[in-house]
C-alpha cells in the first residue's frame, strides 16, 4: 500500500525501486511460501470394501481411496495435516491413528476407537487435523476391531525442516510397509478369538511388502468350486500380487524407510548380499549398526543405509521372514532391481534365509544395539515419580481365552474414555484404578496357576509432567513351555528404553543396569519370551493414551491399557468426536 | 382395606366371609395378572458373530445369544416388548426392525438405520420398547447394510387377546422362517454389488427352512487347503443342519405360519401331499383359500391349515423351491414327520417339484386369490388424496449397478430421517422433494433409454391422515427381455391391495378395476414383471417409514424411498436414537 501510494508522490525514482523490491520481495515470499512456510495439506479420503489380491489370492479388503496400501502422506515439520475421511463402508464404523504422532494439543485426532473418539459411522465423514512437529518414518491404520489386519493403512512420512540435514548421507529414498497376510476375512479371526473353543488366526498365508506378496496357488483346488464363493480365487498373474520393485542405480546409497504393521509376525528382513546400517529407529537418530538382516516387530519403524555395491548385472531379493514363532509361510520377497536391469529379470538366488526362528538372543542382542547416536542423545530423567510393574499373561474369561495385564483383560468402553474423564461420566468406565503391580505372587516360567482373568477397562491417571516407569514383564502362557514376543506401543508419547532382562524383574536391582546415558526414544518395544523391558516416560501430554501390544489379536484379546494425563487441560472437545454412549448425552 | 378394617367391628362372621372373599379375589387377581392382564415382556439379546452351519457350510453369522435363527418372541396383544439389545460386533453398527410392528406412537424403535435411529455402536445397549396392538405372524431382522443376510433375523408372534377367536379351528400350531443362504459372506456380497464391475450375488446355495438346510459337501474339495481359511467347511453329519422337524399326529389339523426372510428369491412351499388352506396373509384372515403349494416372497408372512390326513406310516417332505429366478439352487427340506415315526426316518420320495420357475401368471393369479375375509373386511376409503406413480428401474451411477424409482436410487442418509425432520436439520438430507411420477416419458418392455440414476435421500411427505395411492411400476431391466419380482415393503403402516395390472398402468382407466369391497391388507406386495400394483394407505402414523423392495441386494442398491407424515405431533426423540451425524450436535 505505501509503495502504491508513493507512486503520486514526489520521489518517483525512489518509489520506482521502492515498487521493484516489493515485487522482488513479493516474489521472494511466495516462493517461500511453496518451498519453506508450514503448508496445511488436505486430503479427501474415502474408505470402502475393495475387492483385492495382495498375494495373488483375492478378497475383502478396507482400502482408501480404492488403493492398497492407503495413499502415502508426505509433509514436512510444521506442516497441518488435514484428513477428511469419509466412512463409505455399509455397517462398520472406522478411526484412523496416526502411529507415532503425538497429537499434542490435539489428543482427540489420535484415532483410537472409544480412547480419543466414537468411531466414525457409515456415511459420516470425520477431518482429521493435526500438526507434525517431528521428521520421520510414521503411519496410519485402522484402530479399530481388528481392521489394521483388513488393509487399513499406509505411509505418513514427514521430511525435517528446510535445511536441517539428517547426521548421515544417502543418494535415494525408498519406504516399504511390510506386513502379514491371512486369506481368512478379519470377521472370521475376530469371530474364531472369542470362539469358545479358541480358534487362532494361525500362522499367516502370506507376507507382503508394500502391499505385495505371493501365494503358492498350487495349493488352492483349481477352477471354482460350485456355491462356494468364499472359495479363494488365486491368479498368480494379477497385477496386485507382482513383487514390489526396489530401483536403484549401481554405486549409490539409499535410504530405505522400513515399517512393521504385522498383525501378528516379528519379520526379519534381508536385501539379498547387502549390509545395512540401522541409521534411525521410531525416527530417532541411532547410533549407526551394520546389521546382515533387521529384525521389525509390529509397530515399529527404522530407516537403514545400503549402498548398490553389488554386481550391478543381476537384480536381488529384498525377502521378510517370520521370526519369534514357529514359521510356517513363505519368505515374502521384492525386487531390489539395479538399473538399467529390466524389472523382470528376476534373481536365480534362492530366496534369503532368516536367523533360526526361535534365536531369541540373536534378537534382544540386535535390539539392545540401538541407542541414542552420539550428540543426539536425550537423557531420561534420573528417577520415576511413579513405578508400574505390568506381569502380561494369557488368561481365561468364561472360558473365552484373554491377554491380560496384572490379571486384567482390557474391553472396550462403549463411551470415549477421553470424554467421559473430561466430562465426569464416571458410568463410562471402570473407577477403580487398575493395580500398578501384579496383585498375587507369581512364576514366569509355567502357565498361570490361577489363569482366571477379571475384565477391565480402568484408567492409569498419572500426575501432569511426572515421570512413569513402566516394566513388562513377559511370562509363560497357558501352554507349557511357550512365551512369545510382543510388541508394546504408546500413544501420545516416546519412552526411553532402558533396559532388557531376563527373567523376573527384581526392583530392587534391576533398576542399577538402567541406561540413563543414551537409552534410545522408541514409542514401540518388544518384550522377549520369560524376559522383561523398562521404559520411562514423562507424562506430559494432556490426553487419553492406549498402551498395548501391537499384535492385532492380542490386542483384541485384551492385551492392553489406558494411560491419562492432563486432560482437565483441555479445552472442550470437538463435537465431531462425541455421539457414542454416554458421550451422545453430553 | 376395608375387609381388613371390619375385622374390628361387630360383624365378626361377615367380615370373616369378607376376608375369604378378598383373598380369593385376590387370587384370582393375581391369575388374571399372569394370564390375561398385558405383560410388559423384558428381553436380553447379545448380538456377536457366530461360526454356524446352517446348511453343513460353516460361515460367520450374526447370532443373537448364540442362537440361530434368533430367539421366538411369544406374546400377547396388548403386551409392552422391551428388548435391551447389546451389540457385541467389534466395529459393526446393528439395528433391529420389527418387521410388520407399525410402531404408533414409538417411530423410533421402528429400528431403520438412519431412518428411526442412529445404528447401536459397538459396546452399546439399546433399548427397543413397544406395544404389539395387533395379533399375528411378525418377525425381526437387521435393517443395516445387508445385515439380515447374515443371519440376523427371527420370529415375533403375537396371539390374540384372551378370549378372541380365530375365524378358523386348529388342533396346533406350528411356524417356520423360510429363507435362502449363501457361503460368500454378507461383507462379499455387498462388496460385489457395488464394485466395478458389478458382481451378483448370484443363486443362493441353499433354501432353508427354520435356519437349517444342506448343501451337497461333494461340491465342496475335500480336505482344507493349506492357508485358505475362508475355503468352506462342510460336514454333513453336523446337527445345526439336519432337517428341521415339524412334527404332527395323525388327523389332526394344523395352523402353519410361515415367513420369509429371502436375501433374493422368491420362495415357493410345499407339503408333500398335503393341501394348504390360507387363512392368513400378513396377519389379516382372508377368505380361506386351498393350494397345493404356496409362493411367500420375501417380507411376506402367512397362517395356512393343513391335516395330517395322509398314510400315517410314513413322513413327507416340506419342501421350498425357488421361483421367479432361474433356479440354481437344489430344494429346501424339512421333515413333516407322523408321530410316532421317528424323525430319522426320511421319506423315500423324491423331492417335491414346484411350478415352473417363468409362470408369472401362476404367481400373479395366487397373489389375486388374497381378500379380505367375508365379515373381515376393512373397506379402504374411496379416493387418494394423492397418487404416487413410482417408476422402478435398474440404472447406471457412476459406472455402479443401481436400483431406482422415478430416476432416483436411494443412498442412505447418515443422519436419521426422523430426528431430521423434527429437528428441522435441513442439511442431513435432500430438501428437494422427489418427484411424484416418472420424471421422463418411458418404455418398460426395453431397457431404460437413459439408464442414469440420480442419488437421492429425498422424502416424501404427507398431509397427516391423508389417503395415498401407491402404483408401482414395473419395467424391463438393463437385459433385454428381463423383468423381476419385487416385494415391497412399507414400515409404519399396512396399505390396501387395490388392484395388480400388466403393462403400464393407466391413471385414466385402470383405478376403476380397484377392489374397494374386500381389497386385502398387508405390509408387503410383490410387483411382478412388466406388471404394475395400486396401493392404498392412510398416512396416520407420525414417523418416517421406508418403502422399500425387501429384496436385500435390491434395496442396498437403491431401490426404496422414504414416506414421513405428522413428525410435528411427536414428543422429542429419546437421547438413545441420536449421536450419529447430525444429530450428535442436538
Known sequence: MKASASLVGPGWALAKFSVLTFLILVVLNLAMTTEARPRIRHYKWKVDYLYFSPDCVEKVIIAINGQFPGPTIRARVGDTIVVELENGLPTEGVVIHWHGIHQVGTPWYDGTAFVSQCPINPGETFTYKFMLSRPGTYFYHGHFGMQRAAGFYGSLIVDPEHGAKEPFAYDGELSIIINDWWHRSMYDQETGLFAIPFRFVGEPQSLLIEGRGRYNCSLVPSGSVAGS??????????????????????????????????????????????????????????????????????????????????????????????????????????????????????????????????????????????????????????????????????????????????????????????????YGLKKAYDSIPPPDIPTHSFSINAPPANPNATVGSGVYTFQFGSVVDVIIQNANTLNPNNSEIHPWHLHGHDFWVLAYGKGIFDPATDPHSYNLKNAPLKNTVPVFPYGWVALRFRADNPGVWPFHCHVEPHFYMGMGVIFAEGWDRLPNLPKSVLGCGLSKHL
Not at 333 to 341: E, R
Not at 377 to 402: A, C, H, S, W, Y
Open 229 to 422: 464363493g468364499d472359495c479363494v480365487n488365486c491368479n498368480s498373474s494379477n497385477p496386485q500380487c507382482q513383487p514390489y520393485i526396489l530401483p536403484v542405480e549401481p554405486g549409490k546409497t539409499y535410504r530405505l524407510r522400513i515399517t512393521s504393521v504385522a498383525s501378528l509376525s516379528s519379520l526379519n528382513f534381508i536385501l539379498e548380499g547387502h549390509n545395512m546400517t540401522i541409521v534411525k529407529a521410531d525416527s530417532y537418530n541411532v547410533d549407526p549398526v551394520v546389521v546382515e538382516n533387521l529384525d521389525v516387530y509390529s509397530g515399529e519403524t527404522y530407516s537403514v543405509l545400503f549402498t548398490a555395491n553389488q554386481d550391478p548385472s543381476k537384480n536381488y531379493w529384498a525377502a521378510v521372514n517370520v521370526r519369534g514363532r514357529k514359521p510356517a509361510t513363505p519368505t515374502g520377497l521384492a525386487l531390489l532391481n539395479y538399473l538399467p536391469n529390466p524389472s523382470s529379470m528376476l534373481p536365480s538366488t534362492p530366496s534369503p534365509v532368516t536367523p533360526v526362528w526361535n534365536d531369541f538372543d540373536y534378537s534382544l542382542n540386535q535390539s539392545k544395539l540401538i541407542v541414542a547416536r552420539k550428540g543426539y542423545e536425550v537423557p531420561p530423567p534420573p528417577k520415576p515419580d511413579r513405578q508400574l510393574i505390568f506381569l502380561t499373561t494369557q488368561n481365561k474369561l468364561n472360558g473365552r481365552m484373554k491377554w491380560a495385564i496384572n490379571n486384567i483383560t482390557y474391553v472396550p468402553t462403549s463411551t470415549p474414555v477421553l470424554a467421559a474423564l473430561k
